[in-house]
């Protein structure tokens, strides 16, 4: 079965190919995508009808270039996914109707694939995918979530944030320090030249609250900090650094504490990182050490595939269809959910 994902739920356009396998999971055929980071950093956060529109222009080049890059033609795509939630609502439904008219026309079924769960699964994408049960660490623009992860579409949530992202953290304490949008790499980046004990930032619900997240006071202790650093040209770039390294290493140290929780809590072996803030070094290196001190096994997605992409929408569809949780259908109705939490994602469907 060959199968042509579609992801579209924020600001970037992707599309890819997998194939499903006698044994095993599908494997990636091709994948191409396309950002608008450049043409939101303008206005300094993402604009939803104008990410609508990009996805518009991009979705069908982007699809031609995917199967050209897999020496593949339309007649050979035996069904198409699409992001069905969460996300922009507009963005969404460029995505499921590119996915239903697609569909319609070829004459193939279509499935609808949890955003999340994408990221959840993008891991299997790797040279050395995990084996269920494990303990996901999801970290994303929008979300912070541990899981309990028992097979493919069987996801007990375990703990999330009460307020800010890890990611949103990166990017709203990046743009105090004047990094741009997203400026979680970019922090990322500068914190390397920096000392991260400098400044004692606050490790929000690090010791209670059980295995939930929040971030909002940190950013609120990086904009008090913020506006006291010195004048003087030298001393100042080192201070930036310095706080970013500061913010980095709380964010790290509270998604390490609350990860290596989960773990003591469920009893798992493994542990998947998914979503944009697995792409950070530090936090890679905080889990494996640690990790590694518990002979715990730490799986991560590939670093390409860790930001919102194809590959891990038609991988998520491949995996659902191959665990026989969900049979594809000839239905159009190109329907999204822009809110739809994961674990409601059994009842909901
Ligand atoms: P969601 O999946 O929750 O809807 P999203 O799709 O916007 O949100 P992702 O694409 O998974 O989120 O991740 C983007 C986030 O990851 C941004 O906040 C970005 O700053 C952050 N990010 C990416 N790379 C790094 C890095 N190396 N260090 C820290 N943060 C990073
Ligand atoms: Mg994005
Ligand atoms: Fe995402």
Redesign the pocket.
Known sequence: LRILGIES????TGVALVQTQAVGWPRLLAHGLHTQMRMHAEYGGVVPELASRDHIRRVLPLTEQVLAEAGLATRDIDCVAYTRG??LAGALLVGAGVACALGASLGVPVLGVH??EG?LLSPFLSADPPEFPFVALL?????TQLMRVVGVGQYELLGETIDD????A??KS?KLLGLGY????A??RLAEQGNAQAFALPRPLLHSHGLDFSFAGLKTAVLVQSKKLPTDEAALAQARADLAAST?AAIVEVLLKKSLAALRQTGDQRLVVA???G???A?REALNLACARRGVRVHYPELAL???NGAMIAMAAGMRIAAGVDTPIKRYAFDVKPRWPLDAIAAAA
């Open positions: 739920s924020c600001d970037e969460p996300g955003h999340l990221h970290v994303s623009g929008g979300h992202a890890a990611g949103e990166f990017d990046a997203p400026g979680g790499p922090l990322s980095q979503g944009g803030v792409a950070n070094r936090l860790c930001t919102d």
